[in-house]
């Protein structure tokens, strides 16, 4: 969800968002993660006045990271085909914890954490040297059969399996599991089935997005656009997975934020079986109408079904959540539909004379905006056949 983005000064922007993996990188990470220390410590509640506040403004590029090129949507590698589900069942950006304290949306089963702040983001910083953290869905029994669930992180060296996720199932076993990084590489192991894909940008610290899509016994590993690991089948031996576990194993302090967990997506196939698609999978840069190139999977879905219904016309329509005006969120909206038909024009192939656009900007609300949950199901982009 949308969700808040690392707000950071000129010069450590250029360092550990814009810039290419460089030998001045380990440092900065050090300074930057020297700052969260102070601020965790301090632990006052204090917010730094430059960092803007979550909302529709700051829907984020999931997937973005320090060293991956500029691109198109077009662009994108077929083999990044992650898109989120569209009902959220668990999101938590920590702001709704006091700074230096466990966050409340979260089982503890080992380890000391807390709640952090760099440049006005918050964040979940492991203490210890090795601590494991549950997420508390609200639900009973095994994991739903479509699911998703990603996250930001953030790491300096030593870093080598500074991030593991599993999925536990019956007694506490590891159904599979996935470490970033382990070396140069990202791994994946469910029973005796083992995989490790080496990063295709190269880099490994600095802040990244990890992202997994379940199909019942199918799981996908995502680390930025890279899918480093598909999995047919995971290993029966455990059990259905039935809860999800992220565990923090290093002296470096690394820190996690903008966690969710989704239900869904529907498949492709019956992606507008009912004559509307609701999709989350559509991301702009931050307050602007620019479609970022993570939005690839969902729209080539889109642009595929166009080309098989061939006499087929779409209405594109944007929401936004209720942060700023109604003015400015109706005019963003509509700008976002008019994005979103321009990139299936002109980078997938599609007729443009077959899309009308409109946006609704926050009028139509599909849950509450009072809380963060509610805010990121309201940025949505529609399809319905007209």
Known sequence: MPLARLVVCAALAALLVAAPANAGLGDALKKATKKVEDSASKAT??????????????????????????????????????????????????????????????????????????HGERWLRGVSNDGRIRLKLPITGPLPELWTLEFDILGEEPMDQAFIVRALGDDEKYAWEATFP????????????????????????????????ARGKTIKAYI???????????????????????????????????????????????LLASGKLVTHGINFATGSDVVLPDSAPILRQVAAWMTANPQARLKVTGHTDNVGSAASNLDLSKRRAS????????????????????GKGDTQAMASNAKPEGRWMNRRVEFVKP
Do not use: C
């Not at 443009?352 to 409109?358: K, L, Q, V």
């Open 45 to 118: 509640g204090n917010t730094d006045d430059a960092s803007a506040k979550a909302g529709d403004a700051s829907t984020a590029a999931s997937g973005s990271n320090a060293s991956a090129p500029p691109d198109k949507v077009s662009q994108v590698s077929t083999k990044f085909d992650y898109v989120p589900g569209d009902s959220v069942l668990f999101l938590d950006d920590f702001t709704q914890d006091d700074l230096g304290e466990f966050p409340h949306q979260w089982s503890l089963a080992q380890g000391n954490f807390e709640t952090a702040e760099l």
């Open 182 to 213: 382990g070396g140069s590489n990202a791994v994946f192991r469910s029973g005796s089935i083992f995989s490790s894909t080496p990063l295709e940008n190269g880099t490994v610290p600095g802040r990244h997005h990890l992202s997994f899509m």
């Open 224 to 270: 930025d656009r890279q899918r480093f690991a598909s999995v047919p089948e995971i290993e029966a031996g455990a059990g259905p997975p039935q809860a999800i576990e992220i565990r923090m194993f290093a002296s470096s302090k690394p820190m996690i934020t903008n966690v969710r967990f989704a239900l869904g997506p529907k498949p492709a196939k019956d």
């Open 339 to 358: 994005s979103v038909a321009r990139v299936l024009a002109g980078e997938l192939g599609v007729a443009a004379d077959r899309f009308e656009t409109d």
